[in-house]
């Protein structure tokens, strides 16, 4: 027969949840067992007292002791908890994700608050999300910045304060907490929007055009075709991000001709700023008649573009590795200072084009709602680092009448 050990509990006595006091064996004295749900453990302390009345009210002492010693800053309880509403921000976005088609919003912000060992909820988790001050977000940022070879971009910890900021409004939202604190300022400096100009495009198009014709060429094992051509010549005339929910997620049943003066399309996108209405120049309406010819069998939900790739990302990653054969025969890969240019540089040379092209007549507020951007985006990446238009010169040349 097994002998029952001295330290099993012979007596227990449940005082309230997470509290509760028991005697065993091996001591006269009462136990008091605590329950931490920060640490989701229990904690045991010995009351010192052979009364269990009196080693009840040692043991609510003990909680109180034991409390104060932990992290000022922890929350009490789990509705308080920053890792609560980390949780909650991150459901909220993926429903509402679901309804578009832009799966990076999501992704992102996950990776911000899981990240293991660094990311927000491994470091904020525990905290009081009204005990959450602008220093501990400062020194969180100088935490991710130790472990790490080179500090963060600004624009990343700019990201970082971003999500605290999403999570605590929620719990301002539930009247949790009265005030956001004011996140640190990152003083963050804008990198150019690498482009062509109008010869280097020009060059492109030719050696694109060239290659696709002679049907000799593949990168690794896809063959280039006029259909690589055409996403260029597309992507410059719809000022189309080249992304999954924009240039390579656009479906035939997404566009509609309109013959009005001066011909265009006008797509249906959900892309990085949301749902949008947007329309071509008039080059676009003759590609996509050549797209439609090129697939002659689509379906309406079929892609425009590379559609034999389901999986669209793989028609993201293998345009790039065909757009990067381009630059590299012709000598584009890097611009003047040593920029490497990708996919993107058509839309940033779409942009730039026509706002030069339009010799100052465009709005640029129309301009930018119709590129799914802001004014102010243009006026810091496109407008401000742009040679002065043929009107401009005229301009400041001019005389007065007299």
């Not at 001050?133 to 790490?148: A, E």
Request: proline share 3%.
């Amino acid at each position: 027969m097994v002998e029952e050990s001295q330290n099993s509990k012979k007596t227990i006595k449940h005082l309230r949840r997470g509290l509760s006091i028991y005697k065993t064996g091996r001591s006269p004295f009462w136990h008091a067992r605590i329950y931490d749900a920060v640490k989701k453990k229990y904690v045991v302390r010995s009351t010192k007292e052979t009364n269990r009345i009196e080693a009840a009210e040692v043991a609510e002492e003990i909680v109180e002791t034991y409390k104060k010693k932990q992290n000022s800053s922890h929350a009490v309880s789990k509705d308080r908890s920053f890792e609560r509403y980390a949780k909650m921000l991150s459901e909220i976005t993926k429903q509402k994700v679901k309804a578009s088609r832009n799966k990076y919003a999501f992704s992102d912000q996950s990776k911000i608050l899981f990240r293991e060992k660094d990311g927000l909820v491994s470091y904020f988790g525990k905290h009081d999300v009204g005990k959450i001050t602008s220093g501990m977000v400062r020194d969180y940022l100088l935490f991710l910045d130790k472990r790490r070879d080179q500090p963060l971009a600004m624009s990343t910890k700019s990201k970082q304060c971003g999500v605290i900021r999403q999570v605590l409004m929620l719990a301002l939202e539930d009247g949790v907490i009265d005030i956001i604190p004011p996140m640190p300022k990152q003083r963050t400096v804008d990198k150019p929007r690498v482009s062509f100009s109008d010869a280097e495009y020009a060059l492109l198009l030719e050696t694109a055009r060239e290659l696709a014709d002679a049907g000799e060429t593949s990168v690794r094992g896809v063959p280039v075709t006029r259909e690589h051509y055409n996403v260029i010549v597309f992507a410059v005339h719809s000022f189309l991000r080249p992304t999954e929910t924009e240039l390579f997620g656009i479906r035939h049943c997404d566009i509609e001709m309109m013959d009005t003066d001066p011909r265009h399309l006008l797509m249906t996108l959900t892309g990085k700023t949301g749902y949008r209405k947007s329309a071509t120049l008039d080059a676009a309406v003759d590609i996509y008649a050549k797209q439609r010819v090129l697939h002659c069998d689509a379906k309406p939900t079929d892609y425009v573009f590379m559609p034999e790739y389901e999986n669209r990302t793989t028609a993201v990653n293998t345009y790039r590795r065909i757009f990067n054969h381009f630059l590299q025969e012709t000598g584009l890969k890097k611009d003047k200072d040593g920029n490497d240019r990708s996919p993107y540089s058509l839309r940033h040379y779409a942009l730039q084009t026509r706002l030069v092209k339009s010799d100052g007549k465009v709005n640029i507020y129309w301009l930018a709602e119709n590129a799914g951007t802001s004014v102010d985006q243009l006026e810091r990446f496109y407008l401000k680092n742009l040679a002065p238009s043929a009107a401009k010169v005229r301009n400041i040349q001019s005389f007065g009448d007299g």
